[in-house]
């Protein structure tokens, strides 16, 4: 899921300058991850309570009909940060642990964008793009990564909390590694003597619904093997304060050492995605289990981004853009309780579907702007995606911005800025198969595969024949109107063809 803060001051270059020049916003990116439409109380959540996400939404701009360009983390990640749809290029799925870079070094990323127009560039959090090349020593020095696509720095979780390795990358080093105790990774084969779910269930303290039983690290079993790097080590409670820490830390500094020059941020939380281990002063807080703390910590998370700003004097200079990488997922590989404890909670709102789905639930995610000196606060219907923020943020900073660099990024500032009730006029969505978004239509191609996920029990929406939506009348996706509108059908396969087609 994702919120991203553009902080925006006013002053003069230099103390000398004879005029004084707009300095451009200084932006934070708060990614979310696996937060669903229906999750903030701002979106029509009643049994969960987000005050702080509440606050940005009351303050600014929510729009009920913002995308992630995947329905799963790394093609949403990699869509947003190069402004190309993933589904182009092959090995742009989710990643394994140990996967290599899958952005080439060099290329032109929302992070390089801003920098070219000045900006110190940092990222804080959950990364699962790839690090390094194929054999990379964890050991060693890690590169390429992410001061290779135009960050300045980083500290990072290099994929997801249930896949190894479990410590944090700082820059080009896994942060407090003790050379005398190697750290090793391998997926497929088992490394090390270090036991696994599989053999050991005695020793977990959350036992794996499906996968996920392989290297225990603190008491919860992973996906893939690691044995050492035992200083190194992450604790799963203490991850959201880290990152927290790590993230206000950026902007102080930055604040007191470089008040002339803006800067970027992408803060990418994990709270929600498993295994969801919040800490202990929001466990039982909600409810609702540990999928329903991890929320409420999100929310303290952005609270305490939003507090930061106040206690600078930035709030009123600052866009908050609030969203998530996908949509919602309530089993998927731990016996956590969430989907005991749900209580009435409905994570996808009015959507069908969720992560992993064809179904509108799978990429349609909370996205709010704020930005009180600028954006009027209201409701948005603009069809909006993350793949646009390269073009929509090299239009912000004044830069010229070509196609070739990111082929599916669209200048859509305006929608963003609610300057325009207008967004996109189609959007893909990515899912087992592609879907095309036209105005209240929505074609899901025809595909294989089963109708639910076996381990999720997500609603996939696989077909063997193309599906028809008009969403104005049925959000929900309950009738297929593809047999009562063949030319919609047709005319939507063209276009669909053509963007596919397009290079």
């Known amino acids: ?103 080439e070094p060099g290329r032109t990323t929302l992070a390089s964008i801003l920098k070219q127009a000045g900006y110190h560039t940092g990222v804080v959090g959950k990364w699962h793009l790839g690090l390094g090349q194929s054999g990379m020593d964890w050991n060693g020095k890690i590169s390429p990564g992410p001061l290779e ?16 390795p479990c410590v944090y990358v700082e820059n080009h080093r896994v942060l407090g590694l003790d050379p005398a105790d190697p750290l090793q990774v391998r997926f497929g084969q088992k490394i090390g003597n270090e036991p696994t779910g599989k053999e050991h269930p005695e020793l977990l303290s ?26 190194a080590r992450w604790n799963d409670q203490e991850m959201a304060d880290r990152f927290v820490e790590r993230a206000k830390s950026f902007i102080t500094r930055h604040v007191a050492a470089r008040s002339n020059e803006p800067f970027f941020l992408y803060f990418a939380t994990h709270d929600i995605h498993v295994p969801r281990l919040p800490h202990p002063r929001f466990i039982g807080q909600s409810g609702q289990g540990p999928r329903g703390d991890a929320l409420l910590q999100f929310d303290w ?15 009123n200079d600052t866009i908050v853009i609030i969203s998530s990488d996908n949509g919602p997922v309530i089993d998927d590989g731990y016996k956590d309780d969430a989907v005991e404890k749900l209580g009435g909670h409905t994570p996808s709102g009015p959507l069908r579907g969720g992560k992993y789905s064809n179904f509108e639930a799978g990429t349609r995610v909370p996205f ?33 911005f070509s196609a070739a660099t990111a082929p599916d990024s669209e200048n859509v500032l305006a929608a963003l800025l609610g300057d325009s009730a207008s967004g996109r006029e189609t959007l893909v969505e990515q899912a087992g198969v592609l879907s095309l978004r036209r105005g209240d239509w929505k074609l899901i191609e025809s595909g294989k595969g089963p109708k639910r996920s076996a381990g999720t029990n997500t609603e996939l929406g696989n077909d063997p024949a193309p599906q028809l939506y008009n969403l104005s009348e049925d959000l929900g996706e309950v009738k297929n109107v593809a047999g009562e509108h063949p030319t919609v059908v047709s005319e939507m396969h063209k276009k669909l063809d053509a963007i596919r087609n397009r290079k």
């Open 301 to 315: 998370c952005v609270g305490e981004l939003l507090n930061l700003l106040d206690d600078q004097k930035l709030t």
């Open 368 to 400: 709010i702007i704020r930005w009180p000196g600028r954006v009027k606060p209201g409701t948005s219907a603009a069809l909006v995606s993350q793949v646009d923020f390269p073009a929509s943020f090299a239009a912000l900073t004044s830069q010229t």
């Open 1 to 103: 899921m994702i919120c991203l803060v553009i902080l925006c001051e006013f002053t003069a270059w230099g103390a000398d300058a004879a005029v004084a020049k707009a300095r451009h916003p200084n932006i934070v990116l708060i990614y979310a991850d696996d937060i669903g439409y229906g999750d903030f109380s701002c979106y029509g959540a009643s049994r969960i309570k987000t005050p702080n996400v509440d606050r940005a939404a009351r303050e600014g701009l929510r729009f009920v009909d913002g995308h992630a360009a995947a329905a799963t983390c790394t093609p949403s990640r990699y869509a947003m940060l190069t402004g190309e749809y993933a589904w182009r290029k092959k090995g742009t799925g989710v990643l394994p642990g140990d996967a290599t870079l899958i952005i």
């Open 206 to 231: 959350m036992h794996p619904s499906h996968g996920h039983d392989q290297t225990i690290i603190n008491g919860v079993s992973r996906i893939g093997f690691m044995t050492g790097g035992k200083s």
């Open 149 to 164: 696509l135009g960050f300045d720095e980083c500290f990072l979780m290099p994929a997801t909390g249930d896949r190894v």
